[in-house]
């Protein structure tokens, strides 16, 4: 029997969900992923043109999840310290106090963020990796519910700072957003005319917040999903397949995925499954994730960039031969 449609927890994030996709029209699956990441206690790395709702899907997911929500937007003049906070010099006592920053907040937006460069991303790495910000001899834990979605433009590449491996791995995900079809396109019209009240349409209330006791319960679920070996098997498989590449994927991959790649399908193949009603995780579940898993782990070879392939084509080649259970 099917108990996880059942679940009032997933019974809460499905009507958060059904409300996230009447507000942001066309990008079904950046809301879906973003579900994902919050389940997951992960980051997202979404990347599309400018207007394609990524800083308003974020904004709205705080609308229905109790937390705290920052925005920080990157810019080539930022410091570390404006992300993490500063120790504040208080004459009163002659003492320091350390004051801080947006990073402290439970869901954060790094808007643009190739825009600042290494030194300003790398303050991120801590916060990502360890959920806690070190200043001087001190350590301060973050929040248990944290979730950064950073967004970059893949068009402007002048005055941008390319993110470094050692970054991008910290990305549960890494999103591609695309323009939404013409239906959906007449809907957003619709849904801009009536927020500006001229249409006389009443805007649909949000529903009750999904509670940080509810982000959690739905964890603990999801890691309690029925994983079949086969299934589990069939993650390691298309890991090594990236690190030990044959045929065509030898003269495309240089480095395979690390084994927060291995963790990243198993979580979120899991995510994906909860999110559908389902009590197993079966094999299509990890295809359909293995995109936004591996897009941003894998180190493509010269032969690769001259050839014009692009890493959702050495995907697609991997998925197509690594058996399927």
């Not at 003049?77 to 402290?104: A, C, H, M, N, W």
């Not at 005055?159 to 910290?170: H, N």
Request: glycine fraction near 6%; proline fraction near 6%.
């Amino acid at each position: 029997m099917n108990t996880t449609s059942t679940n009032p927890t997933f019974q809460i994030i499905n009507e958060a969900s059904r409300w996230l996709q009447s507000r942001i029209i066309g990008q079904e699956t950046l809301i879906e992923r973003l579900l994902m990441a919050l389940l997951c206690g992960g980051h997202l790395l979404v990347e599309g043109a400018p207007g394609l709702a990524k800083t308003r899907a974020i904004k709205e997911l705080a609308e229905v999840v109790e937390g705290d929500f920052h925005r920080i937007q990157f810019t080539p003049d930022l410091l570390p310290s404006d992300i993490t906070g500063t120790e504040v010099y208080r004459p009163e006592d002659g003492s320091f106090k350390f004051q801080e920053g947006p990073i402290f907040h439970n869901l954060i937006l790094a808007d643009e963020i190739n825009r600042a460069p290494a030194k300003v991303q790398s303050a991120l790495l801590e916060a990502m990796a360890e959920h806690q910000v070190s200043i001087g001899r001190e350590t301060f834990p973050l929040a248990d519910l944290f979730l950064v979605m950073a967004t970059q433009n893949p068009i402007e590449q002048e005055g941008t700072y390319p993110l470094p491996e050692a970054q991008l791995d910290r990305f549960l995900m890494h999103v591609e957003v695309d323009y939404p079809d013409a239906a959906a396109e007449t809907s957003i019209l619709h849904l801009v005319r009536s927020e500006t009240g001229n249409s006389g349409a009443q805007a649909v209330a949000a529903p009750a917040k999904v509670t940080q006791h509810a982000v959690f319960s739905a964890r603990q679920s999801m890691l309690e999903l029925h994983m079949a070996q086969p299934v589990e098997d069939y993650i390691v498989a298309l890991v090594m397949a990236t690190r030990q590449p044959a045929q065509e994927l030898a003269g495309w991959i240089d480095y395979g995925a690390s084994p927060r790649a291995t963790i990243a399908l198993d979580i979120c193949a899991r995510a994906l499954a909860w999110l559908g009603g389902r009590d197993f995780v079966a094999p299509q579940d990890v295809q359909q994730v293995a995109h936004d898993v591996f897009r941003h782990r894998l180190i493509l070879t010269f032969e690769a960039d001259a050839q014009g392939v692009s890493a959702n084509q050495v995907v697609d080649t991997l998925l197509s031969q690594v058996p399927v259970p």
